[in-house]
């Protein structure tokens, strides 16, 4: 005994990189967002004044069927070994994530709840060279005085 079934197959399309219609000076995204998410899914990315930081924006994310990752471009001028990455919670406290550098983004993973997020730019320490390389001047101008002293004792 045969006889027909119909199944019916819904599905659902999945997006897995969002990116920011924020660009930097090069035109490319600021931030990339990936994760799963459904179709029409967007990132909502605006500007912070947060001073003495080298970038910082709320955001809205959507929501993701799976754990995401933040892609953010690396600030002109900033190394990575010179960032800190602070990511605002929904309570409003700013932590502090370990971020990674993938060709021009760094790459972090995103924890939920998240609303913002500032990079901290703080160049290494100059002070210690700037010692050094007065003391080398110093030790030159030394050892030229001390030779120029003992051609003239020479001449006499």
């Not at 100059?126 to 110093?138: E, K, Q, S």
């Not at 005085?145 to 003239?152: E, G, H, L, P, T």
């Given at each position: 005994v045969?006889?027909?079934?119909?199944?019916?197959?819904?599905?659902?399309?999945?997006?897995?990189?969002?990116?920011?219609?924020?660009?930097?000076?090069?035109?490319?995204?600021?931030?990339?967002?990936?994760?799963?998410?459904?179709?029409?899914?967007?990132?909502?990315?605006?500007?912070?004044?947060?001073?003495?930081?080298?970038?910082?924006?709320?955001?809205?994310?959507?929501?993701?069927?799976?754990?995401?990752?933040?892609?953010?471009?690396?600030?002109?001028?900033?190394?990575?070994?010179?960032?800190?990455?602070?990511?605002?919670?929904?309570?409003?406290?700013?932590?502090?994530?370990?971020?990674?550098?993938?060709?021009?983004?760094?790459?972090?993973?995103?924890?939920?709840?998240?609303?913002?997020?500032?990079?901290?730019?703080?160049?290494?320490d100059?002070?210690?060279?700037?010692?050094?390389?007065?003391?080398?001047?110093?030790v030159?101008?030394?050892?030229?005085?001390?030779?120029?002293?003992?051609?003239?004792k020479?001449?006499?």
């Open positions: 045969t006889r027909d079934v119909t199944f019916h197959i819904v599905t659902t399309d999945h997006v897995y990189t969002l990116e920011s219609a924020e660009k930097d000076a090069s035109g490319q995204s600021v931030l990339l967002l990936q994760g799963q998410f459904r179709a029409g899914a967007a990132i909502t990315v605006n500007p912070l004044a947060e001073e003495g930081y080298a970038a910082a924006w709320s955001l809205i994310l959507p929501d993701s069927l799976s754990p995401m990752k933040l892609r953010c471009r690396l600030p002109q001028g900033c190394a990575v070994e010179d960032t800190e990455v602070q990511l605002r919670l929904t309570d409003g406290s700013w932590q502090a994530v370990e971020a990674h550098q993938q060709g021009s983004y760094l790459v972090m993973d995103l924890p939920s709840g998240v609303t913002g997020l500032r990079i901290l730019h703080t160049p290494q100059l002070l210690p060279y700037l010692i050094a390389g007065g003391a080398l001047v110093l030159l101008i030394a050892a030229v005085v001390m030779v120029i002293c003992i051609k003239k020479h001449k006499k």
